[in-house]
């Protein structure tokens, strides 16, 4: 009886250390990530905003900032800095041969180059496939340059978000015009993609945590933003780092999903920081004294999740 009791409290213990132990997306088939032949995004990037319905100061703030502080680091004594996540996002290019081993990767630097406000709904509060192509000559005005970024409102319904994924990317048209489309689903779906700053609809139920800029909407937008600007970059025509050519199921940063520091497991982040002086999770600083939570990224070196803590 004892000698079974004993066995019990390990098979437990040893459970117990499994779930503990850091993801590690190379073991999992189902992020395998390859490199299909196609372009990446390099150099200067261009992004033309478009701000669909209502936003308040807070979110624009909280994009602005994470924009500019992907190319600076803005105080030494702070780390880890957003820089140093998008680094791991520039070395793409050494993965896909773009530069040698032995050269310093280039730079990539993103710039906001234009930004509207349709406060008045012009297509209506339903954002269809139809209507994406309009709204993305609308900000663009026909510059094949830029990359169209659109953010519709907390009250803005959009189709193909909350099933799945919480942001897209892609081209329309023949010309092959590049945008990322950002839903705020805080009210919509928040258990799928406001986590975790709110409780998952699936899954363990772990600690929510509270947004750094204080404002769930902004924070958990600004995750799905991150993911679609990096999947853009690394992944721009469905022929660059994916699990398959056209597909969206496994990019660079949906390899890992539900992973923002080192020791994460499913319904837990991991070690994330917290500021003192709001209670708000982090993971990188930015400019100005912003903090954000950024998700985890596919290392092509090394084959499995990294996060900048």
Not at 6 to 23: A, K
Not at 212 to 224: F, H, R, T, W, Y
Not at 229 to 236: C, H, M, R, S, W
Request: overall charge neutral.
């Amino acid at each position: 009886m004892a000698s079974s009791s004993s066995s019990l409290i390990s098979l437990s213990f040893l459970v117990v250390l499994l779930l503990r132990l850091p993801i590690s997306a190379s073991s999992d088939p189902d992020r395998s990530l390859v490199y299909h032949g196609g372009p990446l995004l390099t150099g200067n990037i261009s992004l033309s905003i478009l701000w669909y319905g209502s936003f308040g100061r807070s979110h624009k703030r909280v994009m602005r900032n994470f924009i500019k502080s992907l190319n600076i680091n803005s105080n030494a004594n702070l780390e880890p800095p957003v820089s140093w996540w998008w680094e791991m996002v520039e070395s793409y290019q050494e993965a896909a041969a773009a530069t040698d081993e032995a050269e310093k990767v280039p730079k990539i630097v993103v710039r906001v180059g234009r930004e509207v406000n349709d406060k008045s709904y012009s297509i209506g509060k339903v954002v269809t496939n139809d209507f994406l192509p309009g709204l993305v000559r609308e900000v663009t005005q026909a510059d094949k340059g830029t990359v169209a970024v659109i953010f519709t409102a907390r009250d803005v319904t959009v189709q193909g978000l909350c099933t799945g994924k919480c942001a897209d990317h892609g081209v329309i048209g023949e010309s092959n015009q590049l945008y990322i489309l950002v839903g705020n689903l805080e009210t919509e779906c928040p258990g799928v993609c406001a986590w975790p700053f709110h409780k998952a609809d699936f899954g363990p139920q772990g600690v929510t945590l509270q947004p750094p800029s204080g404002k769930v909407g902004a924070d958990s937008m600004l995750i799905s933003f991150a993911q679609a600007l990096a999947a853009t970059v690394t992944n721009p025509y469905k022929n660059g780092f994916c699990d398959a050519p056209e597909s969206e199921r496994v990019e660079a940063s949906t390899a890992c999903p539900g992973i923002f520091a080192s020791g994460a497991f499913p319904g837990y982040t991991g070690r994330v920081r917290v500021d003192p002086k709001n209670g708000g999770a982090f993971n990188a600083h930015g400019a100005k004294g912003y903090k954000f939570l950024l998700p985890a990224l596919w290392n092509p070196k090394t084959s499995s999740c990294w996060t900048t803590m």
